[in-house]
T-cell receptor, first 112, second 115 residues
């Protein structure tokens, strides 16, 4: 499985934008970039995913580098509820049945 | 839409005892996953089912762990006998395997403490 590298932790202030980076230099052409987050004492939840183009949804935006070797999850206005562990995951396309390999993730702290 | 249900939420057992966890996925989700999450780490996939067939169990310690999904709906994960290092949160997730089925939905997990 292709690996991702994320900072161990990041901090932000409430109502400010947050940019969470992820490096995936060994990504293959069919790998999708997924982001999940895990709030304290809960199971992970899906945030966003993309293949080549930038993506937006109600939770966040995903900016993918042109060479696809890195990506950035953007939370436009952080709230206290966004404090969580954020996982950047590469999911193989094809018949992988959606297998996800989680790394350590980035612990995001949001200050009031 | 009801989410993924898991029970029990907490379990404390002594080493060498056995334990079982239950998962009810979201209705219509053919793919079911069991993960183990040790404190401070990301979830690790133990086993993956497609309907009632095993797709991937490469990281399941088969000498002590077993899982089944007999009718392609509910699933159970069993540990027998438990070791201290099995203390972790056991997460169940499910996924719709049709067009647009890219998202895994996770349950709240079962926190297992082995003493």
């Amino acid at each position: 499985d292709a690996k991702t590298t994320q900072p161990n932790s990041m901090e932000s202030n409430e109502e400010e934008p947050v940019h969470l980076p992820c490096n995936h230099s060994t990504i293959s052409g069919t790998d999708y970039i997924h982001w999940y987050r895990q709030l304290p004492s809960q199971g992970p939840e899906y945030v966003i995913h993309g293949l080549t183009s930038n993506v937006n949804n109600r939770m966040a935006s995903l900016a993918i580098a042109e060479d696809r070797k890195s990506s950035t999850l953007i939370l436009h206005r952080a709230t206290l509820r966004d404090a969580a562990v954020y996982y950047c995951i590469l999911r193989a396309g094809g018949t992988s049945y959606g297998k996800l390999t989680f790394g350590q993730g980035t612990i995001l702290t949001v200050h009031p | 839409e009801a989410g993924v249900a898991q029970s029990p939420r907490y379990k404390i057992i002594e080493k060498r005892q056995s334990v079982a966890f239950w998962c009810n996925p979201i209705s219509g989700h053919a793919t079911l996953y069991w993960y183990q999450q040790i404190l401070g780490q990301g979830p690790k996939l133990l086993i993956q089912f497609q309907n009632n067939g095993v797709v991937d169990d490469s990281q399941l310690p088969k000498d002590r762990f077993s899982a089944e999904r007999l009718k392609g709906v509910d699933s159970t994960l069993k540990i027998q006998p438990a070791k201290l290092e099995d203390s972790a949160v056991y997460l169940c997730a499910s996924r719709f395997t049709g067009t647009g089925g890219y998202e895994q939905y996770f349950g709240p997990g079962t926190r297992l403490t082995v003493t």
